[in-house]
């Protein structure tokens, strides 16, 4: 396995449950926490337009969000590199094919059983210096700092235009800032990922409990 796989498996959550008519509600939470720029997509408005204020989807058009190239769109990973991972995926049995729309469907269960064993030890995370970067883990709005204690450094993936000055956390994959933009859940579900690389054993059981939460919210 790659990094990149567990991107992507999260990203298959994400789609299925916004599919179901789950999307979870950020209205109130500040969780943009980065500054638009000039060359920001303009096609991410629409993407969190379509996300915050979803629309019926034909049979075509679903079954189009799970392309390789869509997929690819949306969390800045090549498409050979998705072609790859799905595969990977498929072949441990950490994805399937949905027998219904033959779309990849993440296996749920064995998903949420390797990251609560073995992500911290497969893909650590590497920890450095403090910079600027947008907030993961505890720091995280899903989070809202729950454990962390007012002289801890808020964990930060680094980034440019991100608004929280933390410690650096590597994220899962360089495109995690790329992805997360579009996709308020998949946000949610990479910072929980990061408390269960980087947490103590109570950051780590907040994580596991939230993370049971979200990804039971598809069938």
């Known amino acids: 396995m790659k990094s990149q796989d567990i991107v992507i498996l999260l990203k298959l959550v994400c789609l299925q449950q916004r599919e179901q008519g789950f999307h979870i509600d950020l209205a109130a939470i500040s969780w943009e926490d980065w500054s638009r720029s000039n060359r920001e997509d303009p096609e991410i408005d629409i993407e969190l337009k379509d996300y915050f204020n979803p629309s019926p989807k034909s049979h075509q058009q679903i079954i189009n969000q799970y392309a390789v190239r869509s997929l690819a769109k949306s969390t800045g990973i090549s498409k050979s590199q998705v072609n790859l991972s799905l595969q990977r995926s498929f072949d ?113 059981g907040l994580a596991t409990k939230l993370l049971n939460q979200y990804l039971e919210k598809t069938s």
Not at 127 to 141: C, D, E, H, M, Y
């Open 92 to 204: 441990v049995g950490l994805a399937k094919r949905d027998r219904g729309l033959n779309v990849p469907r993440a296996n749920k269960g064995a998903l949420l059983d390797f990251i609560i064993t073995s992500i911290r030890y497969v893909f650590p995370a590497k920890q450095g210096a403090v910079t600027r970067g947008i907030k993961t883990s505890l720091s995280a709005p899903v989070l809202k700092q729950q454990l962390m204690s007012a002289g801890e450094l808020n964990p930060v993936w680094p980034d440019a235009e991100g608004n929280t000055k933390g410690q650096a956390v590597e994220p899962l994959y360089k495109s995690v800032t790329y992805a997360i933009r579009r996709d308020p859940q998949l946000y949610i579900l990479l910072a929980l990922v990061d408390a269960m690389r980087i947490g103590q054993p109570r950051e780590r």
